[in-house]
């Protein structure tokens, strides 16, 4: 059975900067929009969100550290429902946020307090889904460290089982980069 049809004016399409093409049959459009709504696009923050350090608060949060040696770090995450996805899973978004912590936690086990870090690149491979209250372990490490770049390898396996859940690899500037 077909949905009926959203009114532009129910929708996030309604705000006036919203630019839709007539190009897009109305059927499509229709869906798009039923779909933007279930995951939350057309909502509103929260007041309680729109403080300062938010994100950073809500990540720290279900961070605990366990283990820190000179390159090595090993954290515990807690999968809280504030950082699930839609599907009860790890939302991505937040498992690259832990990450981002991670690494530059781990880069500063060998990195001297006196340069700056910038992250330069991330990449994750997100190989299954760790579930709504899971605990899962991160062991950070650094493959390489120089003058100017130091490398962080990071796993995420389940507490529970020891199952891989993601990798992760983080490259790390350090400022101000040394004179050649």
């Known amino acids: 059975m077909a949905k009926p049809p959203i009114?532009?004016?129910?929708?996030?399409?309604?705000?006036?900067?919203?630019?839709?093409?007539?190009d897009i049959p109305e059927e499509h459009l229709n869906q798009l929009l039923r779909f933007l709504e279930?995951?939350?696009?057309?909502?509103?923050?929260?007041?309680?969100?729109?403080?300062?350090?938010?994100?950073?608060d809500l990540i720290g949060g279900i961070l605990k550290p366990l283990t820190v040696l000179r390159g090595r770090i090993t954290c515990l995450v807690s999968v809280k429902p504030a950082v699930t996805n839609?599907?009860?899973?790890?939302?991505?978004?937040?498992?690259?946020a832990v990450a981002e912590a991670v690494s530059f936690a781990t880069a500063r086990t060998v990195v001297a307090e006196d340069k700056e870090l910038f992250l330069g690149e991330l990449s994750i491979s997100y190989l299954s889904s760790a579930p709504k209250n899971a605990e899962v372990i991160i062991d950070g490490s650094v493959v390489?460290?120089?003058r100017n770049l130091t490398v962080v390898a990071?796993?995420?396996?389940?507490?529970?089982?020891?199952?891989?859940?993601?990798?992760?690899?983080?490259?790390?500037?350090?400022?101000?980069?040394?004179?050649l």
């Open 154 to 179: 990071l796993e995420f396996k389940l507490k529970k089982t020891g199952n891989l859940m993601y990798t992760a690899r983080a490259t790390l500037y350090h400022m101000p980069v040394s004179k």
């Open 86 to 96: 839609k599907f009860g899973g790890f939302h991505g978004g937040a498992i690259a």
């Open 38 to 56: 279930r995951v939350g696009i057309s909502g509103n923050v929260p007041d309680y969100c729109n403080t300062e350090d938010f994100y950073s």
């Open 144 to 146: 390489r460290s120089g």
């Open 7 to 22: 009114a532009l004016s129910e929708s996030f399409a309604s705000n006036s900067r919203a630019t839709i093409s007539k």
